[in-house]
């Protein structure tokens, strides 16, 4: 069996898109996704679970439900060490790089280890940035960082390559959940220039147009959350 990560690397090498549904576990309840994930569009390759205030509890209860009635993977996105749990494949283990909050670029990430140390999961070292989008996000307020303005383009390329030279194996770049301005065409074809590992892109995309423009600039995966779930993505 290929490693998450391999698989994803695999994709990007052939071009094969990837696209992930964000499943927020304090919005889950299992009514609600029962339906959801059985009628996930055939183009969805990976579930993402994970949001920026979520407890303990409920991340394992969602993994849970998801995994028993998906064979799709399921990745770990989570903006708290409370929120792994080993039912999930892997995690992503983000660094907040765009921000200089030492809590998430390094202390969050140590006071995971015991839980990690142990636990059946794929780890995915991966470079986290946020762009503003338009209108505070979630992950601004909590991790109390400020998001990258969207015109600098010269230093959201620096910052994504300077986590690949630290090692990280994918980069993705966040304008925040529900945001206004999804992340620009032209700083994903400028980051993707150098980079030579996956690249992940996510915040604010609602329809087919703005996905495909994602994909068309460079994005391998896509991260689609709100529009999913209030049931308004457009085809
Ligand atoms: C090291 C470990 C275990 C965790 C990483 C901790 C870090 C660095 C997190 C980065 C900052 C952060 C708070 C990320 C959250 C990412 C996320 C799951 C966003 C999803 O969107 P929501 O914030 O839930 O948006 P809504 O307001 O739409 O619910
Ligand atoms: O909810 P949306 O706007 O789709 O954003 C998805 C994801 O990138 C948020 O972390
Ligand atoms: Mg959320």
Redo the contacts with the bound molecule.
């Keep these: 069996m290929p490693t998450l990560l391999d698989a994803i690397i695999q994709a990007s090498k052939s071009n094969k898109k990837l696209l992930a549904v964000?499943i927020?576990p304090?919005k889950f309840s299992t009514e609600k996704y029962a339906d959801f994930i059985e009628n996930l569009p055939k183009s969805v390759t990976h579930i993402f679970i994970?949001?920026?205030t979520v407890t303990a509890e409920e991340s394992e209860v969602c993994v849970d439900f998801v995994k028993a009635k998906t064979n799709l993977p399921v990745i770990l996105?989570?903006?708290?060490?409370e929120q792994?749990t080993e039912k999930a494949d892997g995690i992503l283990?983000?660094?907040?790089l765009s921000g200089r909050n030492p809590e998430?670029l390094i202390e969050?990430?140590i006071k995971?280890v015991p839980k990690l140390l142990n636990a059946d999961l794929e780890i995915i070292p991966t470079g986290?940035l946020l762009l503003d989008g338009g209108n505070q996000s979630?992950?601004a307020r909590?991790?109390k960082t400020q998001p990258i303005d969207q015109s600098k383009i010269e230093l959201i390329k620096n910052t994504a390559l300077a986590g690949q030279m630290m090692g990280k194996q994918l980069i993705y770049l966040e304008a925040g959940?529900?945001a206004m301005i999804p992340v620009s065409e032209q700083i994903i074809a400028e980051v993707k220039k150098d980079l030579n590992i996956p690249l992940i892109v996510g915040g604010g995309i609602r329809n087919t147009n703005q996905l495909e423009k994602a994909y068309k600039a460079g994005a391998d995966l896509v991260v689609i959350?709100?529009a999913f779930e209030n049931g308004e993505f457009e085809t």
């Design positions: 964000l927020d304090e994970g949001g920026s996105f989570p903006g708290d060490k792994i283990l983000l660094s907040l998430y969050q990430h995971a986290y979630a992950v909590v991790s959940s529900g959350g709100t």
